[in-house]
């Protein structure tokens, strides 16, 4: 009995929690049972929609003007998205205390450097179901990351990544396909 008391308090304060996170961001969309356990931070105009029974560890921010999608059963912890145009994570995805970023904050040519991005200076970024993106990772612009595929920690992701595979270093390389 005194278990039953304990989940259904847990699933009160998350409740409590999602409905002060609807207030204070009128532009989140929290699915069902999303757990956030550490905090959220939305800046500068972002629309974020996270997935069903998605759950927030630790401090997760999401900034710039564009859109962010979360799927549905990920993990975020201490996780930072920059997104000038989209940012889309699939289902069942884990991302960990690392970086992606679908622009490059500023222009390369030196007279503009300080204006606004252009469109060349970014580009979406999609993460397919079941990607795991390790600590202190970085996937850059206009990556798409294959299902069911590896980020090592501390890689630096500039190009495609295929599905069923690890990446490592930077630049990244392929060290591990997974067979079917």
């Known amino acids: 009995m005194r278990g039953i008391r304990r989940g259904f308090g847990v699933r ?13 961001y009128p532009r989140l969309s929290l699915g069902r049972d999303v757990e956030i356990r550490g905090r959220v931070r939305l800046r500068r105009g972002v629309r974020v929609r996270i997935g069903d029974r998605t759950r927030i ?23 930072w998205v920059g997104a000038w ?9 884990l991302l960990s205390n690392c970086e992606v970023r679908d622009n490059d904050f500023h222009n390369l040519r030196p007279e503009v450097r300080h204006d606004p991005p252009t469109p060349p200076a970014r580009a979406p970024i999609v993460l397919e179901d079941n990607v795991w993106v390790g600590a202190h990772a970085l ?24 599905p069923r595979v ?12 997974f067979d079917d």
């Open 57 to 79: 560890n630790k401090l997760v921010r999401f900034a710039g003007p564009g859109e962010v999608h979360i799927g549905a059963d990920c993990l975020l912890s201490a996780t």
């Open 139 to 162: 996937v850059l612009k206009g990556v798409r990351i294959g299902r069911d595929s590896v980020v090592g920690a501390a890689t630096v992701v500039r190009t495609d990544v295929p």
């Open 166 to 177: 690890v990446v490592m270093g930077n630049p990244q390389q392929t060290v591990k396909k």
């Open 12 to 24: 009160a304060g998350f409740a409590l929690k999602r409905g002060w996170y609807r207030l204070r």
């Open 85 to 93: 145009t989209s940012v889309t994570v699939g289902d069942r995805c």
